[in-house]
């Protein structure tokens, strides 16, 4: 018999995975990283924060120092809730968007993904329904999708998700007798959308969850990452009973100590311990001693500031480039954050084109990763946070050749691209 | 309405909880960690490793020195699967157990405890069953009561599993209709009963599972911590399209950086890496450079013969003491690990016992903890990994106290303890 290096080579056990094995697969991000990581191409697909202005031999000292002085500490087991040291420090992060939170009331978890992956442990029977913005999170899909959950998307506009749009799609899911458990959001510089939820529509959708009975995840990665201003008030802080808040030190420190966290109505907060020591025991006593340490060493919020300003100039040269380049797409110009959502223009098809995007040294997400159904393929996202500003505007314009080849190609011979759906790019974004 | 402060507190999303939520709640080593941890408490109860003799001084400077080196490396989002560097010393680290690894096959995750979660979530469907050893791993009892799968306990002698028990056990399972999905095994110093399946053993019970369809989890965290003698071949060393092996280092070097890994079949191994991205992204690179950089630049396999030294010290401690001063039960002599079992004098009921040797300021674990159906409160598990030996004997000394006026009652008044069940001492413990 023949086998083949992958795919169709023969799986003994294959008869004895669990039902929900057979929707796992591969992101399409994922199989984009081994080609998006070659030093050639400009990769505008990752989120992988830019460290390079992070003063690591000053931080080098102090995990030295601290490993001296609590090292028994560090490399023992701790508490499946965290260590109260940093859970006291994540306080005080949070209050940074209103939120008045407590110690007690906060799991250190694995990076906010793990927290994620623990709420839908607690929440989400097999066909159970999750309503997600459309666009959403590739990463929180895969969550739900594993937990055999039914993601339905609910638009969202330039102020963000469309509270009375929310409300048609809950009284639809009710007539037609499925089961909502929870809205996942990400309200600050949405990804991919790239948009934020305004203040009032805040409240307008709280209002609506409430009235339907539904929690609130509020995913919150980027919220201190804003370029023109001071944060808008978490959800969690409007309505601290209806809202987990996932928060993450992936992108104001680093993300390789993978320390996020949920901060959690009680009772909430109860199960996500317990399901946390089920999953793993108990987060890394050294990462949580390293992610405070380095808290109560530097100035973090100096550090934040300084990343605001960088991550600024990024977007910056992604905007102007794409308005100089490929001026006949359409995209968001997100407030902070690290993801741009461009409209191509009309027929062509971003994931078809992502092969010659690649062979052109310039790769990107194509939009149908973001979505539990199919559509996107109108779109992609940008991300701007890891290469150069020099190196962004080589990339869209590697990216404006194969979009204008594109173009004429469509021009000449006509698409069978779909209508596009969910977050269409809005016209503060065309300038 | 009057609410106390726990359990009967409303809860306001009571009725959003999935399934599997009813099955999650506190082990019962968990709520005696408040008490146990006390420092006038003997805990004999916990499996802390010691970390007094590990080289923290030299150790600090090494990981400031790796973090200046490969710093930004360390704090970014690394692979799904974990590093390779790490990954080709766990293959080394596998060889002292027979094992020939390939970096390609191995997994990093967030403790072994991440890689049974990622296990059941991958092969357990709700109502499938696990064989387990009676007792068993209470950490992982959890982890499958978590994913609504059953665990039927399969007998244990003074040479591990017994494989026409574990014969029997399947059988009976499959004219009941019940899909058998998984045997769960810890060969070697098992976690509670600390005896160690033999060579023969190890290859009959590969047999029986092979004939059955059943694939074996083959749980390792003790095995490099033998006492006399080197380690056995492991069963994925005899059977490795058959096991799954994980492996840890949490009792060789340290807990505190959760680091484990699995070792599995091809096909097996990929489901894996997508379950690790959906559930936490990706492991810590800082850990996994952490845990790397020990292993590069410290004598490891040295520093493992010394735990060995003073870990058999220990266990020499714990059961002289039981023949001094509670010759009335009987226990097992593990050759390695952390954990003596112990069956109680006849009418003693190990649970109801536990607040008494509480107070009299020695803690334990009762054996109940360690069974999924009830079984066990004739049995306690005694460690002997984190009090020094002397303290170790004063614990002992306090505890002989609680079983023989336990005893004292017994003898006035009966008992309605329940015959024992599972792994019962066998003689050779007795001496």
Redesign the interface.
Known sequence: MTESPRGT?L???????????QG????EI?SLFAVANRPEVVSLAGG??N??D?P??R???T???M??MH????????S?QGEVELRERITEVMSLEAVNAHPDDVVVT??S??AL?LLA?????PG?VVVAEAPSYV?AL??FR??EADVVHTPMDDEGLVPEAFEETLSRLKREGRRV??LYTIPNFQNPGGVTMSLARRHAVIEVARRH?V?ILEDDPYGLLSFDGEPLPAMASIAP?DVVFLGSF?KTF?????VGWAHA????RE?LV??N???????????QL?VAAYLANFDWRAQIKDFRVMYAERRDALVSALAEYIPNASWTTPEGGFFVWVRLPAGLDAREMLPRAVTARVAYVPGTAFFADGAGSTHMRLSFCYPTPERIVEGVRRLAGVVNAEADLVAMFGSTQQHPHGLDAPATGTT
């Open positions: 080579r799986d003994p056990w294959h008869g004895s995975y669990a039902a929900r094995t796992m697969r591969a992101s994922r992988m924060p460290l390079a992070l690591m031999e931080y080098a000292d995990i030295a120092q490993l001296r090292g028994s500490r560090a490399l023992q087991y701790g499946g694995t990076g993904q793990q992956d442990r607690i929440f989400l029977d159970d990463g895969g969550v594993a937990y458990k929870v009975g929690l009973d992936s680093a993300p390789g100590y993978r109505p009680h009772a909430i199960r317990l399901a020591e089920s999953a793993i025991l108990c987060p890394s006593n050294a990462s390293s």
